[in-house]
């Protein structure tokens, strides 16, 4: 049997590791696997054992759905399944009745779940990547039974070792995203220094001079690294030797950042609201929650796991090893393809017709300037209540 998994890019957040850990997997169980991609390629290339290809093309390029089916018609595939890319989405409905198509929703975003309902008769199967994310759709859905939730899974690396005793450390992975939690941790980080916190706190992602220059301005702020986009590889390295993730996110669909610093050892501590977060862990076993917008609880929270990490280190390491890794994620997928392999024909809507030019959606908030854009999320972020409250606002 012949899989493609359809994705825009391999920058594509963390829609191309999972992407790359399925096809891994279907490789070994035997299928014929494929990974596409809209843009070239940056860093994925094809191995021993299964394919990674491309479009070459570009965002909103208005030929995508025509090259596509260019590509289909020289690669026959038995399976398709779709990832968050509305260029290659848009051919569903011209796909001709022999091809299984399953429909991969990664976030909460309405752009990311729209589709499914436009196309749900056209769909063999719909993936929700969390019950977080399949709650946003569920209700609208014609046939429920065509929805599953499959979490993301990863691979790992080898366990830390447990006779090393860690610093009081932290990592935060959200760069200056004000979803992220950016503006949370500046807060938090004077509360930690006011209650005698000795500690590192190790910042990944994107910042810039101007955000740098906030973090300049904190107390002890020699103790806070600042690393930008680095590889997977030092993320996990520096997990391995801290004791607390800072997961502060409004939005969080599944969280494959907050398995992964589990399972290198992290005691994920969060604001306690309705995200993917509260789906991966269990409260004061595997995670430890605050009330949002409460920073001193949180800052208690946070000194409360790097007191007692060896209450929950443990239980971290196994929750995400045990039950997201790559093959316990596979294997949900597997299942579920044997299960539609057993569907009859989909006459789908416009099967022989010629497909139309792709034409990008136009998202309200983008018309704004672009310095009213930053404004806007400066100011949402600002508030972890109103962030929430807004959280699935993104993308009209």
């Not at 989405?89 to 990311?112: E, M, Q, R, S, W």
């Not at 030797?241 to 996110?249: C, G």
């Not at 929270?301 to 090893?321: D, G, K, M, P």
Request: aromatic letters at 10%; charged letters at 20%.
């Amino acid at each position: 049997m012949k899989l493609c998994w359809l994705i825009p890019g391999d920058n594509s957040g963390g829609i191309s590791p999972v992407a790359l850990s399925c096809c891994r997997q279907a490789a070994k169980a035997g299928y014929e696997t494929t990974i596409l991609m809209l843009t070239q390629p940056s860093w994925m290339s094809s191995g021993d054992d299964f394919r990674v290809s491309s479009l070459g093309l570009y965002g909103s390029a208005p030929e995508t759905p025509k090259v596509l089916m260019q590509w289909l018609n020289e690669n026959p595939q038995d399976v398709l399944l779709f990832n968050a890319c509305g260029e290659l989405d848009a051919i569903i409905p011209y796909l001709p009745p022999n091809i299984k198509c399953v429909f991969v929703v990664h976030d909460t975003i309405p752009g990311y779940w729209q589709r499914v309902l436009e196309e749900e008769d056209n769909l063999e199967a719909i993936v929700a990547v969390s019950e977080t994310v399949a709650s946003k759709f569920r209700n609208r859905l014609k046939q429920t039974t065509k929805l599953s939730v499959i979490y993301n899974g990863s691979v790992f690396p080898e366990r830390p070792e447990f006779n090393v005793t860690r610093p009081n450390d932290l990592i935060f992975l959200g760069g200056e995203n004000p979803t992220k939690g950016a503006f949370d941790v500046l807060k938090l980080w004077k509360h930690l220094i006011k209650l005698g916190f000795t500690g590192k706190l190790h910042w990944f992602g994107q910042v810039k001079p101007e955000f740098q220059s906030r973090i300049n301005q904190l107390p002890n702020s020699e103790c806070i690294y600042v690393y930008g986009h680095v590889p997977r590889d030092l993320i996990f390295s520096t997990a391995a030797s801290a004791k607390v993730l800072l997961m502060l996110s409004r939005v969080e669909p599944f969280g494959m950042a907050t398995i992964e610093a589990m399972s290198m050892g992290c005691v994920p501590v969060a604001w306690d609201v309705a995200t993917g977060t509260k789906e991966i862990t269990t409260a004061n076993k595997t995670g430890l929650f605050a009330p949002l917008d409460n920073t001193q609880a949180l800052a208690k929270q946070v000194l409360y796991a790097c007191n007692n990490y060896e209450l929950f280190s443990t239980a971290v390491i196994e929750r995400a090893r045990s039950d997201f890794d790559e093959a316990v994620m596979w294997k949900g997928y597997e299942s579920l393809i044997n299960h539609i392999s057993t569907f009859g024909p989909i006459e789908r809507s416009k099967k022989d017709q010629e497909p139309r030019v792709y034409q990008a959606p136009v998202y309200r908030f983008q018309l704004l300037p672009p310095l009213l854009r930053s404004a806007i999320r400066e100011l949402i972020g600002r508030s972890p209540v109103l962030g929430y409250w807004l959280r699935d606002m993104r993308g009209w």
